[in-house]
Each structure stands twice: as C-alpha cells, then as structure tokens.
C-alpha cells in the first residue's frame, strides 16, 4: 500500500515515517512539509501541488491549516486520508465533512487505540454512575499548542453523549459558589516531556473511580493511524472514526 504523510518532517511525521518504512505492507512514496528537506528513501516536498507521485492513502500529522491543501490533492485524485491532527474549527469541520461526500475520510483526535476504548469505558460509567460527578484532566509536553487536547474534548463529548445537560467549564480559575450536578470540569497541564495522560475522573458519595490513559511513545499514535490507513482503503467514500475501526 502506497502512502504520503503529510508533516514528515515534525516530531509524530519522523516517528510515522520509521513505522511505515518497518511495516512490510507499506511503502512511502513520499512527504510534504512547508519545511521541507531530502530524506533517504522518499521524495519530498513543500507542498501537494508538487507532488507527482499516486498513492492509496495519505495520513495527515501536521496542522489545520494544512487541511485546504490536503483535501484539494485527495480530492482531485480521489485518495483517501486519515487525518490525524487536532485543533480543527466549525469551518473546517464542514470542510472535511463535504470532502467525506466524495472520498473516504478518517478523522480522529487521537489514534491510540486504548484512548478509543477509554471513550467507550467512559460513556459505559456515564450512563451507570448517573449522580457522580465528571471531572477531566490532561497533561501534555510544554510544546502542546492547543489547549484543553482533542482527546479531552472527546472525552468530555463521550459524557455529553449519555448526560446532554452536561455544561463544560474549562477550569475554575474565578468561579464561586458550589459544583453544579451537570458541569463537567476540563483541566490541562503543560510542561516537560510528557507524551500524553487522560484521567476522566467519577466522583460519588464515599468512592471514586477513575479512567486513565497514559502514552509512554508517540509509537502507539503512528501505529493506530496505519491500522486507520489499512482500514480505510478499503471503504466506501464516507466519514469514518475509530468507533467504526473498532467495531
């Protein structure tokens, strides 16, 4: 299976190259990078208006603003994508689900596998711990642009998914009076070297449970986005997530 990776040359695209070139069904055909620069092996460019190469899939680890010229490339030669980035806005969610009309899509905040069956083990309590309280903390690398993580967010929209009055509060930086019943309280820390930890906290009358992932690579992130690449090619254009992957 022929690949591009988009963002090569950025921390998780050097970790994604090395697992693509050591998995005997794949072959990177080539990388984009505004930062460009020759690697052994592949050819590279800064943009996908330059690539000459086919593919059957390209997997995306870079920015959003990366989003018009991937979809522009995957669209005119019909490629399907993973796109593996975070930080995406109302519009360009729209953008990646009109895309979706026309070619495959794979769209996930975090491709660990053991996140996505966090997500499930989350809505699992959600809906059996119906008056403990929700709270959600993330810690990540000083070198996180995006503040609270995709995965956050998925987490905390795992809970809505089961209690819809739930109202998000982004800290509590300034806030007075008591926990509301419905909030669901979403925490980020920064610093070092940290890969990435979730812990979606349950708190009842006299216990509490908690839900934790911990990331000890960013291996597991590139390996979960090749099992989405071999997962998807062989679909039908639509959106797809892990959800669909896993069941």
Do not use: W
């Amino acid at each position: 299976m022929k690949v591009i990776i988009n963002g090569y040359s950025g921390t998780m695209g050097q970790v994604l190259t090395k697992c693509v070139a050591d998995d005997e069904e794949l072959e990177l055909v080539a990388g984009i990078s505004p930062k460009h620069h020759d690697v052994d092996g592949f050819n590279t460019y800064s943009s996908f208006a330059d690539v000459k190469e086919d593919s059957d899939v390209v997997i995306d680890f870079s920015n959003p603003l990366a989003l018009d010229g991937i979809l522009e490339y995957c669209l005119k030669t019909k490629t399907p994508v993973v796109l593996a980035t975070t930080g995406y806005n109302d519009e360009e969610m729209e953008k990646i689900h009109e895309a979706a009309k026309q070619i495959p899509v794979f769209l996930s905040f975090n491709m660990s596998l053991g996140v996505n069956i966090l997500l499930k083990l989350v809505k699992e309590a959600a809906k059996n711990l119906a008056n403990f309280d929700i709270e959600i903390i993330e810690k990540h690398h000083n070198k996180k642009v995006d503040s609270p993580s995709g995965t956050a967010v998925m987490i905390a929209n795992a809970v809505k998914e089961i209690r819809e009055q739930s109202e998000f509060i982004y800290g509590r930086h300034g806030r007075t009076g008591k926990r509301q019943q419905n909030e669901v309280g979403i925490h980020a820390v920064r610093g070092g070297t940290i890969v990435g930890e979730h812990s979606a906290i349950f708190a009842g009358n006299d216990e509490i449970l908690e839900i934790n992932h911990s990331a000890r690579s960013k291996n597991v992130f590139a390996e979960g986005a090749i099992a989405a690449a071999k997962y998807l090619v062989n679909q039908k254009p639509g959106f797809y997530n892990m959800d669909d992957m896993l069941g």
